[in-house]
């Protein structure tokens, strides 16, 4: 290991609290009340429930939600036998990766026993306290035994990780390796280096697969596991032993198709790999140093395609992508095992996930890595893919139930889906509406940057799912190749429009409705010609002026105030309304908040602060949801008389006076906007009941600061800027947007074009 990982990693694990984990309470316990629900007396209600009805134990406690990973620290990772308690870092982040990419909770579970019976003993014992095991680095061949017997004593899923979870990722980047070098299962001459938990649960699922018992030859610590042999051997890797007199892994290299290592360190030199036949499938999977660096190998046979268990080359085959999701999926159909059936669908589920373009959040957590698409760098998912819970995990339920072990059959799949979605992005279920609407009836939405990668990216997803009719601003030969090279399938003229700003055949028309529009704003008709040539969201203003596109999408390169600026000279405010503003949507873990105006106006007027307020309002009702709107202020019903307290005052009579149907309260301190206790004890009559969800800041600053806060200290999500007010509909969103940003943002922006068009007939 490179020194610096190991100094930087042993600053990340010491930094407090030591090691990664933590046991978090998810139910209030502030008070006497709480403490009597949580705890004595109220929880025997809990315990008779379940005494009366074992079933109920998933809907009091965290027992469905809850896995034990549990190792003896036998075989952990290739640093072999080091005993349970140096497992521990081990298995507490397989925790945090259950939890990071699937929601599921695990008490790492570290026990110092090697005897079979001795070790069964206690991991049965500890059925009640979870919703499935997975066993973890726990050598062979005990593992095996172990496994077996868990399984027939225990009626919850128990799962070996480093047997089957490596299985499913290896046949599942096989079956796409080969795919890639059009080779077939049963012609191709496998070596494996070890004959452990891993290396015999990936042979096994290869022969599964088509692959030839006889093709395949196995080496171990003692050489190639031939028929005879006595030492180290067990009946389980004599199953692979073959009648030869080949003793070395050297003896047994030439002209294998594929290697694949599950042993330990550099075992594979690279005049063995000189030897293999052409185009090399070499999986190098020892962890942390692999049996051959990627580097050593390509320099001998650069036609080899190489993969490795490690995050920092491509081609990452780990058990990472599979025990999160597969467990996801049983534990949400409460499955008794994790059967063949199961595990078939993650295989498949899997390897074709790699054949799907990579997603920008792929692209974001591994930012040195050419994502271009399913080839040889690209063999399977990353483990950053959020498809992966949404492909793998629904798979894996739907096995479950067809194969009979599923004790909570999901009836809803696609309430299912939607609620896995909402998991991973947060942002899912409340744009659901939304999409429903821009899908049912899209429109012409232009994206003023075209070039730009998330834009293309997300133009992907809008075309795929009929989001919208998107047109690109865009020079053609850069939009092309930015196409190619990002792996997308967009055909230009085709899937979506192209205005190309060097060679439009409406450039003059353009240029001289620009001049018409602002001449009188001192514009010169030769800078008019310029800033159409140059300015593309100029363009887009105009297209959409023209009646060319029905929305519009600026703002993912440059600054908000200059888009604004050119939004607010061609497309204006709409009839009636003073000023444009912005309203972003956070969804948090407690709920959705609305925030306004995070983006334009500095210090807003009593009258424009209430004009925000209604705009926004009715913003919110478009992702049906009745706005709740609190006017906030450092001042709480008049506590101080300071100018700005003085100001949300008037915006809130002007409100209650003018608006009466809307439900709005203020000027209020931000605690008592979402709490009706605290604000009851100021008010009797409040306009607001329960919690407000639309909050509108006293200005600019308050608005923008509390936002970014919230999103962060909150690890919210964010749908926006959404921009309110404007004659006709058009979005300026943000560089940090991401591509799922964009394609919520051109959701909303149909959705507003619909509304648009309905208020216009
Ligand atoms: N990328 C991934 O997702 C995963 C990677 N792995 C890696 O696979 C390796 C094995 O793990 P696991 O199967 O759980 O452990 P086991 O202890 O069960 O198996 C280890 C195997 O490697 C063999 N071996 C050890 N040293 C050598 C050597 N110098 N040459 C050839 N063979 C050798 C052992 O031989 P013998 O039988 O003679 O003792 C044994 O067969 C580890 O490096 C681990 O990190 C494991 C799981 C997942
Ligand atoms: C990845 C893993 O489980 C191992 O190397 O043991
Ligand atoms: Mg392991």
Redesign the pocket.
């Known amino acids: 290991m490179a020194e610096d990982i190991e100094k930087e990693a042993l600053y990340y694990h010491r930094m407090a609290p030591a090691g990664k984990l933590s046991v978090q309470a998810t139910k209030p316990l502030a008070n006497q009340r709480d403490l009597s629900l949580a705890y004595s007396p109220g929880v025997a209600a809990a315990c008779n429930l379940i005494k009366d009805d074992p079933n109920e134990v998933a809907s009091v406690t965290a027992r469905g939600n809850l896995i034990g990973v549990v190792s003896n620290g ?8 080091i005993g349970p308690l140096a497992s521990k870092p081990v298995m507490e982040g397989k925790a945090v990766l259950f939890k990071k990419f699937a929601g599921i909770d695990v008490f790492d579970i570290e026990v110092d026993q090697t005897d079979v019976d001795k070790f069964c003993d206690v991991v049965a014992a500890l059925e009640p306290t979870f919703g499935g095991i997975n066993l973890e ?5 005990e ?1 095996f035994e172990i496994e077996k017997r868990l399984r027939q004593r225990m009626n919850i899923p128990v799962f070996h ?3 089957h ?2 299985a499913i ?2 046949a599942a980047a096989v079956y796409n390796g080969l795919e890639i070098v059009g080779k077939k299962f049963e012609d191709v001459k496998i070596v494996c ?9 990936c042979l096994n699922m290869l022969v599964s697969m088509g692959a030839k018992r006889e093709n395949i030859t ?6 190639v596991v031939y028929k005879g042999r006595e030492a ?1 051997m ?1 009946e389980y ?1 004599g199953v692979y032993a073959q009648e030869t007199d080949a003793r070395s ?1 050297d003896d047994v290299i030439g002209e294998a198709d594929v290697f694949m ?5 550099r ?1 594979l030199k690279p005049e063995m790999v000189k030897k293999m036949a052409k185009d090399p499938l070499i ?1 190098a ?7 051959i660096l990627p580097e050593e190998a390509l320099a001998v046979r650069p036609d080899a395609i190489m993969a ?3 995050s920092d080359y491509p081609n ?6 599979c025990f999160p999701f597969i467990f996801r999926g049983a534990l949400d159909v409460g499955a008794t095992e994790i059967n063949e059936e199961m595990k078939v669908a993650c295989v498949k589920a899997i390897a074709s996930l790699a054949r799907k373009e990579a997603s920008d959040i792929v692209a974001n957590a591994y930012k040195s890595d050419d994502l271009s698409g399913f080839g040889r760098q690209y063999l399977i998912p990353k483990p950053f893919d959020p498809r992966l819970i949404l492909e793998v995990a629904p798979a894996v339920a739907k096995a479950a139930m067809d194969s009979g072990v599923a004790t909570r059959p999901i009836e809803d799949m696609e309430a299912y889906e939607q609620k896995l979605s909402g998991f991973v992005y947060r942002s899912g279920t409340v744009m659901k509406p939304i999409f429903d609407r821009a899908i049912r009836n899209p429109k012409r939405v232009v994206f003023t940057e075209g070039e730009e990668e998330r834009v293309l990216r997300a133009v992907q997803f809008i075309v795929d799912d009929g989001i919208a009719k998107p047109v690109l601003v865009g020079r053609r030969d850069v939009v092309a190749n930015r196409i190619e090279k990002l792996g997308l399938r967009l055909r230009i003229d085709e899937d979506f429009e192209l205005c190309d700003p060097q060679n439009d055949p409406r450039y003059r028309e353009y240029w001289q409705l620009y001049h018409q529009l602002l001449g009188r704003n001192g514009i010169s008709q030769d800078f008019a010609r310029t800033v159409v040539r140059t300015r593309t969201t100029v363009i887009g203003c105009l297209m959409l002026k023209r009646g060319e596109v029905d929305a519009m999408i600026c703002g993912t390169i440059g600054l908000f105030g200059k888009h604004l600026r050119h939004v607010q000279e061609v497309i204006g405010t709409a009839e009636g309304v003073r000023d444009l503003s912005t309203i972003n949507m956070l969804v948090l873990n407690k709920g959705i908040v609305f925030i306004s105006d995070t983006h334009v106006t500095e210090e807003p007027t009593a009258v424009e602060l209430a004009e925000m307020a209604v705009l926004s309002a009715k913003e919110v009702k478009t992702f049906g949801i009745e706005p709740k709107i609190a006017m906030l202020s450092h001042s709480n019903f008049g506590s101080s008389k300071k100018a700005s307290a003085v100001k949300v005052r008037e915006a809130v009579e002007i409100l209650q006076r003018d608006y009466p149907d809307l439900e709005v309260e203020g000027e209020m301190h931000a605690d008592t906007a979402l709490n009706e206790e605290l604000r009851e004890s100021f008010l009797s009559d409040s306009k607001l009941s329960g919690e407000a969800n639309l909050m509108i800041m006293p200005n600019l600053d308050a608005a923008n600061i509390s936002y970014n806060m919230l999103k962060m200290l909150g690890d919210g999500l964010s749908v926006g800027p959404i921009l309110v007010g404007a004659a006709q509909p058009v979005h300026i969103l943000t560089p940090s947007l991401t591509v799922r940003g964009i394609v919520n943002m051109t959701a909303v922006a149909v959705a507003d074009a619909q509304k648009h068009e309905m208020d216009q007939s």
């Open positions: 036998t075989a952990v990772l290739g640093l072999g036998n680095d726990i050598k062979a061949p593992c990780d480093d047997q979870g490596t990722i290896v280096s070890g004959a452990g938990a891993a290396a015999l649960a196995v080496c171990d610590i003692e050489g180290l067990d890797k892994l290592g599950l042993s330990a360190p075992v999986l999977l020892a962890n942390p140093t692999p049996e490795t268990g490690r990452q085959v780990n058990n990472v992508l």
